[in-house]
T-cell receptor, first 108, second 117 residues
Framework: GIQVEQSPPDLILQEGANSTLRCNFS?????LQWFHQNPWGQLINLFY???GTKQNGRLSATTVATERYSLLYISSSQTTDSGVYFC??????????FGKGTKLSVKP | GAVVSQHPSRVICKSGTSVKIECRSL??????MFWYRQFPKQSLMLMAT?????????EQGVEKDKFLINHASLTLSTLTVTSAHPEDSSFYIC?????????????FGEGSRLTVL
């Protein structure tokens, strides 16, 4: 099956800093999503981005499908951005296969 | 649109009892729902694919007799953890594909945290 690799596994930032999270896939995927998991466990859907670039406020994402990777950009980070960020790619049954996540800590 | 809701959000039960978790698509119909499990500080792992009107498909290593899945309607799938034991304590999350057939975007419920004493 598809392998999803996220980097870095942990990231500590000072408030106001920018960051880039990366997701690599072992094979082509038709679907790709980025999530933020809050401290209560809820998955917040950030982007559905199988290809191209999208922006939503301070967040943006780019997927280069031909090279099997996706990037999530966080600009001017805030303490509320802390949490775990997951990327997930489409499996053969329409399900998503998740990476191990990037744990982000934003310090005031 | 595309809201998926789970209930209960938290449940504590005694070892040996059964627990039912509901997953509902509130504003759309979902012929397929996916159940995931997440242990502390780990990623989400697919447990099973729930298909309306037919038997669920389980991932390798997931006991189908222990994790009973029923998808009796287009808006409701249930996961029953039978004879729960402490090692079943976990965060269970369901998801469904949204109403737009042209995309594969999945929408997730709030999750259900199970603690077995």
């Amino acid at each position: 099956g598809i392998q999803v690799e996220q980097s870095p596994p942990d990231l500590i930032l000072q408030e106001g800093a920018n960051s880039t999270l990366r997701c690599n896939f072992s094979d082509s995927v038709n679907n790709l999503q980025w999530f933020h998991q809050n401290p209560w466990g809820q998955l917040i859907n950030l982007f559905y981005i199988p290809s191209g670039t999208k922006q939503n406020g301070r967040l943006s994402a780019t997927t280069v499908a031909t090279e099997r990777y996706s990037l999530l950009y966080i600009s001017s980070s805030q303490t509320t951005d802390s949490g775990v960020y997951f990327c997930a790619g489409g499996g053969s049954q329409g399900n998503l296969i998740f990476g191990k996540g990037t744990k982000l800590s934003v310090k005031p | 649109g595309a809201v998926v809701s789970q209930h209960p959000s938290r449940v504590i039960c005694k070892s040996g009892t059964s627990v039912k978790i509901e997953c509902r698509s509130l504003d759309f119909q979902a012929t397929t729902m996916f159940w995931y499990r997440q242990f502390p500080k780990q990623s989400l792992m697919l447990m099973a694919t729930s298909n309306e009107g037919s038997k669920a498909t389980y991932e390798q290593g997931v006991e189908k007799d222990k994790f009973l899945i029923n998808h009796a309607s287009l808006t409701l799938s249930t996961l029953t953890v039978t004879s729960a034991h402490p090692e079943d304590s976990s965060f269970y999350i369901c998801s469904a594909r949204g109403p737009l057939a042209s995309t594969g975007e999945l929408f997730f419920g709030e999750g259900s945290r199970l603690t077995v004493l």
